[in-house]
């Protein structure tokens, strides 16, 4: 449910708030129709941090790592047809963790790309060894 990513180095770029924000919308008006138009309830967030309740759900997660995103809700196929109505699922973009390991504009681009998806994957019911 994270995308965890060892730590390379120190950014020498930082994005305002907007403009990473704006960069997070890029990466989900990239994605391929067919994907985009199975997403449903789901909001996505950037965040500057994550919590101390998110880190806790990194299982043997090395002290170099960064938490670059996290899905928190209840993935599509863990989901029953008759349930009562869920409360929208969350996609956390975690600002400094993407900034901190990535040293360029472009590296920085990619990383929100990429976590973008693999959150996106956890919210079709796929585990961290099934995605990239």
Known sequence: MVERIPTK???????SLTDFERLVDDALA?????FADLVENVVISVEDEPSEEDLEMLE???EDEELLGIYRGV???DRAHDSAPLLPDEIAIF????????STRAEVMSEI???VIHELGHYFGLD???LP
């Open 128 to 130: 961290d060894d099934e």
């Open 113 to 115: 790309r990429e976590t």
């Open 9 to 15: 180095r120190v950014t020498q770029y930082r994005f």
């Open 60 to 62: 043997d997660a090395d």
């Open 75 to 77: 993935a599509l196929t």
């Open 95 to 102: 600002r400094g963790p993407i900034e901190r390991v990535a």
């Open 30 to 34: 990239s994605l391929p129709k067919r």
